[in-house]
């Protein structure tokens, strides 16, 4: 297993500005979810991906969106940073029920 | 709608104390995924079990057990034995409906002291 990382690993950006975070999927699966955990809560879903197309969506805007590359990695784009985007970002790969976390992104939006 | 409900936000035991984790969760789904998740300080999220609604059996993997029941719609999870090392906080997750995106409970906050 090579498992699922994420890059990068901090990030402090400023409000307004846009970032991109990415997601390297474990081999063999082919749907990629992003998760928002702000702290002290847990997480909550943003977008899942499926063979390069969005095939869900949590109650985000817009201004988060993403992309699933042929290789199943992914990324996720916000623009318009909002003070309260200020949070752990978690990727996971799954494939069916089988699912595995990445160790997380976490932003600081100042 | 789908909810996932820990009451407990924060629990603190004593080193060999057993801990119950409690779960409730709401779904309309008749096929739906149960799932115990810990995440210690660095963020990452270990996964702990995953139990499908036809399966009611309960489990026990070495010092955790896991009780099911579908009558009161709850998913407790016990820790026999504390140990430091169960330190972290643990969520309870639900997967159903058409989307199949997983469901978090707030999370508690297990810290067991030597």
């Known amino acids: 297993e090579t498992g699922v990382t994420q890059s990068p690993t901090h990030l402090i950006k400023t409000r307004g500005q846009q970032v991109t975070l990415r997601c390297s999927s474990q081999?063999?699966?082919?749907?990629v979810s992003w998760y928002q955990q702000a702290l002290g809560q847990g997480p909550q879903f943003i977008f899942q991906?499926?063979?390069?197309?969005?095939?869900g969506r949590g109650n985000f805007p817009p201004r988060f969106s993403g992309l699933q590359f042929p290789n199943y990695s992914s990324e996720l784009n916000v623009n318009a940073l909002e003070l309260d985007d200020s949070a752990l970002y978690l990727c996971?790969?799954?494939?069916?029920?089988?699912?595995?976390f990445g160790p997380g992104t976490r932003l600081t939006v100042l | 709608a789908q909810k996932v409900t820990q009451a407990q936000t924060e629990i603190s035991v004593v080193e060999k104390e057993d801990v119950t984790l409690d779960c409730v969760y709401e779904?309309?789904?008749?096929?739906?995924?149960l799932f115990w998740y810990k995440q210690p300080p660095s963020g990452e999220l270990v996964f702990l079990i995953r139990?499908?609604?036809?399966?009611?059996q309960n489990e026990i993997s070495g010092r955790y057990s896991w009780n099911f029941q579908k009558s009161t719609s709850s998913f407790n999870f016990t820790i026999t034995a504390s140990q430091v090392v169960d330190s972290a906080v643990y969520f309870c997750?639900?997967?159903?409906?058409?989307?199949?995106?997983?469901?978090f409970g707030k999370g508690t906050k297990l810290s067991v002291k030597p």
């Open positions: 997750a639900l997967s159903g409906g058409s989307q199949g995106n997983l469901i």
């Open positions: 996971a790969s799954s494939q069916g029920q089988a699912r595995l």
């Open positions: 139990r499908n609604s036809f399966d009611e």
């Open positions: 779904t309309r789904d008749t096929t739906y995924y």
């Open positions: 991906y499926y063979r390069e197309e969005e095939n």
């Open positions: 081999s063999g699966h082919n749907t």
